[in-house]
């Protein structure tokens, strides 16, 4: 139900974002509802008196954390109470890759926005590599689902009515495949996903972006990007221009694009892996005994703001010490850590949890002021944009809290979003089994058990005693009764319902294909026959309600890739079933796939110990796919 407010005098200039949060239903302003008053303090607060609430804090962002307080403890009744907190970070601010296909309408945006604003963010970043209209470059973003100016500058004032600073994440030399691989960028490309430094065309492109980026963000900040260009100066700039060591080429990069961007306003921020990558013997980005050399670090302009994303670590230890090396460039800092979307359809909570915690201790201990919660979606997109507040509420309570309690964060999510946090850690079950050891490295079995063939069997033997079926009938269940209590969030719960339907019946299907055939077992064999149909028949159902739940949140062009996989795995299944019958019929003499000696590929020998694989592309076949 939704909390009726009277916004006094001195909260009055907060009245737009207010509005705005009625689109949720958390609140509704009302002559008759409770009023509300505002002060400028340096500690943010709130207080009730059971008439009247008092907020207090530092601008637009401390108010709208307040009205979530206020909601949560309305909530449980109307005793007087006083509350204070006491941020520990400046700058708190969450990422969302709007690149990797799932482009998130203008509607979805806003309702997060607004979920974030009761949170206490302040800060947004739109991670765009080529999802927004350059009128100069047709080919930027065709078909993508990209961002017009007018969708662009609507979020903007959407986000600062909310006291939140909306950011431009672009990428000005990495990350640019799908725009490169267009022939018309031919002229552009350095290799397939880098552009060309030092080329006029292309610093003529990025004017572009910084343009467009200026005409639709009030912001000064801006985010450029430039990691992971890997290769960089090995494709066409080695062909016009020969040889140069690829850092040299970086830093007259990052110095040319750093002056067009203070030229059109900006405070630029970049990436900061490239500059500890040169250091690196393996060119990677995380080393233990890494020290940089002073000549890279005096070669970093002191007016562009490194960003450390760190994702990977659970040692404390480890960030100090790499927080530290970061802090020895002039360059202003900023952490990214990240939520573990990027696995495939189920967000891991267990990982973020582990690794989370420990970075945000190390920013806090070392004066790291600004910090923000990166959501990619690597592979195509595929995890829903709801099931991603767990971790954004996470991320906002240890900013205001300096902790991580799981009971509190709960109850935070509940007045600030509605959803059950309960339910949304439930998800990271779906990429492991209590079977597993808890040493596994990073599984993520809901994706490769849903995208592996069934007659190929790449991960059969992986997954031989861990007991995945077993596991994803349970899931089934629990989802179901989580759907069944109706809401905004039921098409979630309904999709993670029906993914475990269809992993029930397939997760194991390849490996009792493979054992029974070994056997000769026809009886076994037509059993598996029908499993496989009742699985193909279920991939249908999670097909449509995928497609539902994609809709409800992000722009239709991208889903059509995740529409073919699913639809291959629907096929493919059918497949496996009138292989199976044909052979139990003696149609055919022989299933070679069967025939074929299954190894390990992601197991341990001798252990119970799992690692992932990401990519649906190493998943689908052993073949070449794309």
Excluded at 213 to 223: D, L, M, P, S, V
Excluded at 508 to 520: C, I, S
């Amino acid at each position: 139900m939704a909390v009726r407010i009277y916004l006094e005098e001195s909260a009055r200039r907060f009245e737009t974002g207010v509005r705005e949060l009625e689109v949720l239903g958390g609140f509704k302003l009302a002559g008759d509802g409770v009023p509300v008053r505002w002060s400028e303090a340096g500690v943010p607060g709130i207080s009730w008196d059971g008439s009247r609430a008092q907020l207090s804090g530092a601008g637009e962002a401390q108010f709208f954390r307040g009205l979530g307080l206020l909601r949560e403890r309305l909530a449980g009744g109307t005793a007087p109470f006083e509350q204070t907190e006491a941020p520990v970070f400046r700058g708190l601010g969450a990422s969302f890759d709007l690149s990797r296909n799932a482009v998130m309408t203008v509607d979805a945006l806003k309702r997060m926005l607004c979920r974030m604003a009761l949170m206490g963010y302040n800060e947004a970043y739109l991670y765009t590599e080529d999802t927004y209209v350059l009128p100069e470059y047709p080919f930027f973003g065709y078909q993508r689902g990209r961002y017009g100016a007018e969708d662009l500058r609507a979020l903007d004032g959407w986000a600062a009515a909310l006291g939140i600073e909306l950011i431009p994440c672009i990428q000005t030399l990495g990350h640019l495949e799908r725009f490169l691989h267009w022939e018309s960028s031919a002229p552009l490309r350095d290799t397939p996903d880098v552009l060309l430094a030092g080329d006029e065309e292309t610093y003529r492109l990025i004017e572009a972006m910084l343009r467009r980026c200026r005409a639709c963000y009030r912001t000064k900040k801006i985010h450029l990007g430039m990691d992971e260009a890997m290769n960089l100066g090995l494709g066409g700039y080695l062909k016009k221009n020969g040889y140069h060591e690829s850092f040299d080429i970086m830093l007259r990069h990052v110095e040319r694009v750093g002056a067009l961007a203070r030229k059109h306003g900006f405070e630029p921020m970049m990436w900061s892996d490239m500059y500890f990558r040169c250091a690196s013997p393996n060119d990677d980005y995380y080393e233990d005994d890494i020290e940089i050399p002073q000549t890279v670090i005096d070669a970093a302009p002191a007016d562009m703001t490194l960003v450390y994303w760190d994702y990977y670590h659970d040692d404390e230890a480890f960030y100090d010490r790499y927080i530290r090396l970061h802090q020895k460039f002039a360059a202003p800092l900023r952490f990214a850590g990240g939520m573990w979307t990027w696995l495939g359809p189920a967000v891991d909570y267990d990982v973020f949890f582990k690794k989370a915690e420990p970075a945000l201790r190390a920013c806090l201990g070392n004066g790291v002021t600004d910090v923000m919660i990166t959501t990619w979606g690597d592979d195509g997109g595929e995890t829903s944009p709801q099931a991603m507040l767990l971790g954004l509420q996470a991320w906002a309570e240890f900013c205001y809290t300096g902790g991580m309690d799981r009971g509190h964060i709960c109850r935070r999510l509940a007045a600030c979003t509605g959803a059950d946090g309960r339910a949304l850690a439930r998800i990271s079950a779906f990429n492991k089994t209590p079977l597993l050891d808890a040493e596994s490295d990073l599984p993520n079995a809901a994706k490769f058990l849903l995208y592996q063939d069934p007659l190929l069997g790449l991960y059969d033997l992986d997954i031989e005693g861990l007991g995945f079926a077993r596991h994803y009938a349970s899931l089934e269940a629990e989802f179901a009764a989580y759907a069944q209590e109706g809401g905004q969030w039921t098409l979630l719960y309904r999709f993670y319902e029906l993914l475990a339907r269809v992993l029930k019946n397939k997760a194991e299907l390849g490996l009792g294909l493979y054992r029974a055939y070994q056997k000769q077992d026809r009886a076994r064999l037509a059993a598996l026959a029908g499993q496989a149909r009742q699985a193909a028949e279920d991939c249908g159902a999670l097909r449509t309600c995928w497609r539902q739940l994609w809709m409800a949140e992000c722009r239709p062009q991208g889903f059509e890739v995740l529409e073919v996989r699913l639809a291959g795995v629907q096929a493919r299944l059918e497949a496996a079933a009138a292989r199976t019958e044909d052979w139990c019929a003696g149609r055919v003499q022989r299933l070679e796939e069967l025939e074929e000696e299954r190894l390990l590929l992601l197991r341990t020998p001798g252990t119970s110990r799992l690692h992932g694989v990401y990519f649906w592309r190493e998943i689908a076949s052993a073949s070449k796919c794309f």
